[in-house]
């Protein structure tokens, strides 16, 4: 009898003894995936590219982009928002999907706040304020002074309904006391397209997008959107500059994972894109392509996302902006 139930505890024991041993494994150890919620091409999808090359050889396992376009992002970042919460997801985020989408339509299938952990700010993109280069208008004190002598007469086009752009020129509007109709475009080419055309008098529109039309001399920026000067336009003056203080409407944007990702998987990812953003080499090639690298720590990025929504829901109620 003492001999069976020695045998008993024994075998007992060896069905234990696996789970006491066994070890989760290192993260990564399979490809990571990065959601773009816009088109390839775009500055967003730009953006993660480079940074999913750095990451990739970093980490030693493939990062892969994948670009779910559609719904001025919302389908892109419902897909992250869903995904679990290993480490393997990582959404290429910006402004326009947790900021300014969230504060036209609070509605969206996704929660902009809680529902994800953020992980770093990595770029901005001003918007600029754009003409065609036979455009009569030299300066934005003669395009105020046009739209205060003709009310709701001049047009200015955006990439879409609740872009940044979108915002940006809703929000001049309000600290200007002018009325120019919004014609929104399916992106900053087709809205470009029309500006050079002479279909649309005026654009607000990301600097990359509009910077080989400059270079080419088809188009002129009379002023930018940051809080300080573009670096790759930085003969341009801010509108905060030309007399509208406090005005910045830039677009940023930001890694995050769903929420409850493992802390130490999160504290991971942020420290490789911090090293990724040191070298100078990797921050010149992001300029070159009409973005300003800047980089956070998570609780900074985090901190940011409660006031942009706030604020933007401000502009977008008093401009009677509503989804589409």
Known sequence: MDMNRRS???????FL??????????????????IVPFPAGA??????????QRLGEMWGQPVVVENRAGGAGVIGTEAAFRAPKDGYTILMA??????????????????????????????????????????????????????????????YATPGNGTSGHMAGEFLKQLAGIDITHVPYRGSPQALTDLL????DLAMTTLNS???????????VLATTGATRDPILPDV??????GFPGYEASGWLGFVVPAGTPPEIISRMADSIQRVAADTTFTDRITAAGMRPIISTPDAFRAILSPEL???RDVAQRAGVRPE
């Open 94 to 155: 910006n402004s326009a999907v947790l900021a300014i989408g969230p504060a036209i339509n609070p509605a969206l299938p996704y929660d902009p706040i809680n529902g994800f952990d953020p992980v770093a700010l990595v770029g901005a993109n001003d918007n600029g304020l754009v003409v065609r280069a036979a455009s009569p208008f030299r300066s934005v004190a003669e395009v105020v002074a046009a739209a205060r002598a003709r009310p709701g007469i001049l047009t």
């Open 310 to 312: 706030a604020r933007w």
């Open 210 to 220: 509009v910077v080989p039309a400059v270079r080419g001399g088809q188009a002129r």
């Open 43 to 52: 500055g967003t999808d730009q953006l993660a590219r480079a940074y999913a």
């Open 8 to 14: 008993m505890l024994l075998a007992g024991g060896a």
């Open 237 to 242: 003056p801010t509108l905060a500059e030309l």
């Open 197 to 200: 055309g002479g279909q649309v």
């Open 17 to 34: 003894a696996p789970p006491a041993i066994a070890q989760t494994a290192p993260w990564p150890s399979r490809a990571v995936r990065i």
